[in-house]
Each structure stands twice: as C-alpha cells, then as structure tokens.
C-alpha cells in the first residue's frame, strides 16, 4: 500500500472518528452548564478549550499506544487474519452504528450505558477549571471508545507499516481532523451562537449522521478489504 | 405566604422512584429555569423575568397536588418557558436527553 492510499484510509477513519457525538454532547452539555451560571464568555471559552485539548491529546495518545502495540506484536506488517478482523469489526461496528448509536427516543440520547452517561453529564455540571475540563475531555474519548476502537485500529495497522516520518504525518492528520467537528462546535460558542440552535441542528440531522458514519465505517472496511487482502491475494497467485 | 407553606409539602418522585423522593424547592426550579434562559444567550435580567413567570405558573399547578413526578414537573415547567422563549424552552427539555 502506498504512502498516498494509506494517508487516505487514516484521513476516511479519522472523518468516522469525527461524526461520532459523545464528545459533542458533552462540550454541548458543558457549555450549557457554565453560560447557564453566568460563567464569563472568556471562562467559557478556556473550559471549553480546556475539553477539546483533552479530547486532541487522548485521541492522539490512544492511537500512538494502538500503533506501538501492534508494531511490537506484528512488527511493520501485520498478517492477514489481523486485517482481516480489522476490517470485520470495521463492518461489525458499522452495522451496529446503523441499528444502535442513538436511542429511539426525543433528543441525541447515545447507546452508552445510562450510569456511564450519567457520570459524564454531572462532571460537566461540576466542572468550573480547565484542568478539569481538559480531564472530562480524556474521559470522553475513553467512553466512546466502543465506537472510535474501529477505525482507530485500522489506522494503526495503516500507520506501521509507513516510514517513520509519516507515521508522525499519519498520526497528526488523524488527530486534527477527528477534531474538526469538536473545534467547528468550539468556534460557534465561542462566536455567540446559540446553543439551542446547535443542539436542534444535530437532533434534526443525527439520522443522517447514524447512516452516515455506519455506511462509512462499512465503505471503509470493504476498501480495506479489497485493497490489502484481495491484492495480496492476487499478487501471491 | 400560606402557599409556600403549603408547597413546601409537595413531595417530587424522582427519576421513576429510582432516587430518593425530595420536597419541591422553589429556589431550585427557579435557578434552572434561569441557567436554560441564560444558556439560551438571554440577558440575565430577562431570563430572571421569564423564571419568575414560569416558576408562578408551576406553583399555581402543584397547588391541589401532594405529589408530582419530577418528569411531570419537567414538562409543565417547559410547556409554561416555550410560551415566553421556545429556545430556553428546547434546551431546558432537552437537557436530560443530551447525552
């Protein structure tokens, strides 16, 4: 696999990894809670960078600790079966996107456990400092690890078997865009938008997300699939 | 006067009976009503109107009722804030369904 392809298999799951809501709905949550008390705006801004760092760094962090595992269990090119699950769970977690990510009921209530949600929601009505803000943000991205595990593990199989150099590249590109829906929600509260407007446009459109990100999560492993397995296949023949 | 006495006796079940019933607290409706309005970028002295109006009109509702549910309480509060701004209202809703 070329430099080029694999850069762009990182780029399409680190897109999964971005349309996937926990973290939202916790900066949504978080934001709320501290306008809510009369937190200054500039309060609010550093709480919520404070989140959105901590989401960037763990997600940076978990994918590096991904990669370095497989690097030491398979070296620079992981066998056959491993992508083989990898791009299995890729469809796995697909279709259970498609069936399962959000409850059937009002709102943009996540298929989480309620406790876990619950733990989560009252940390963001208890955060008041960035260093807690920036731990609610580690937090998140380990309880949607459930969903971010896919692609984040095919990444890491992309990742090792590149140069050195891009590895670096790889891991970067995958951590700025899994931010990007994060950081775009940061700029609108940080311009004054309202957070009921923010919050409405993701319930009205979170069909299309769940479709999308399942679709997606299926699109890739199937690429995965034919690019790494079946030419590997082909070549050997 | 005689009111609050009165309400003071209203007991609120909590999340179906799963937490500890608590006695209804003016003070507490009104302060969400205010962070969801403020939440909804409302000037503060507004959006302490609008709680003084919605939490009147709430105390009005539990007048006749020893007992209320705290969803119950949720959706009258919200019907009542939709009325005076359906942006507040939608956050105030929509809070324990966020996540």
Same mark, same amino acid.
């Given at each position: ?237 | ?32 009503? #205010? /962070? ?7 000037? @503060?002295?507004? %959006?302490?109107?609008?709680? =003084?109006?919605? &939490? ?19 959706? #009258? /509060? ?7 701004? @359906?942006?507040? %209202?939608?956050?105030?809703? =929509?809070?324990? &369904?966020?996540?």
């Amino acid at each position: 696999m070329d430099i080029a392809s694999s850069l762009a298999i990182v780029t399409l799951a680190a897109l999964i990894h971005a349309s996937f809501q926990l973290s939202v709905s916790v900066l949504t949550l978080l934001s709320g809670h501290a306008i809510g008390t009369k937190t200054s705006q500039a309060r609010v801004l550093r709480l919520t960078f404070g989140f959105v760092s901590g989401v960037g760094v763990m997600t940076l962090l978990t994918l590096s600790f991904i990669s370095l595992v497989f690097l030491h269990l398979f070296g620079p090119n992981a066998p056959q079966y491993i992508w083989a699950i990898a791009c299995g769970l890729l469809v796995g977690v697909g279709l259970a996107v498609w069936f399962f990510y959000y409850r059937h009921e009002k709102g943009t209530t996540l298929w989480i456990p309620r406790s876990f949600a619950r733990h989560l929601s009252d940390r963001s009505k208890a955060t008041k400092h960035s260093a807690e803000a920036f731990s609610l943000g580690l937090t998140s991205v380990l309880s949607e690890l459930l969903f971010i595990a896919a692609p984040m593990i095919i990444s890491a199989l992309v990742l090792i078997q590149l140069p050195g150099m891009w590895q670096l590249v790889g891991i970067a590109i995958y951590s700025v865009i899994s931010l990007m829906t994060l950081f775009s929600i940061w700029v609108l509260i940080s311009s004054g938008h309202k957070l009921s407007g923010i919050q409405k446009w993701r319930e009205d459109n979170k069909h299309f997300i769940q479709f999308a990100a399942g679709g997606a999560l299926a699109v890739l492993g199937f690429f995965v699939y034919v690019t790494k397995i079946m030419s590997d296949i082909a070549g050997t023949i | 006067m005689t009111r609050v006495t009165q309400l003071t006796a209203v007991s609120i079940v909590k999340r179906q009976g799963q937490r500890p019933t608590e006695s209804f607290d003016k003070a507490k409706l009104h302060q969400s009503i #205010v /962070a969801a309005s403020l939440s909804a970028r409302t000037p @503060p002295g507004q %959006a302490d109107n609008i709680a =003084q109006a919605v &939490t009147n009109y709430v105390l009005e509702w539990l007048e006749h009722r020893p007992e209320v549910t705290s969803h119950d309480l949720r959706l #009258v /509060a919200t019907r009542h804030l939709r009325a005076h701004h @359906p942006d507040a %209202a939608y956050l105030y809703e =929509q809070h324990k &369904t966020t996540l």
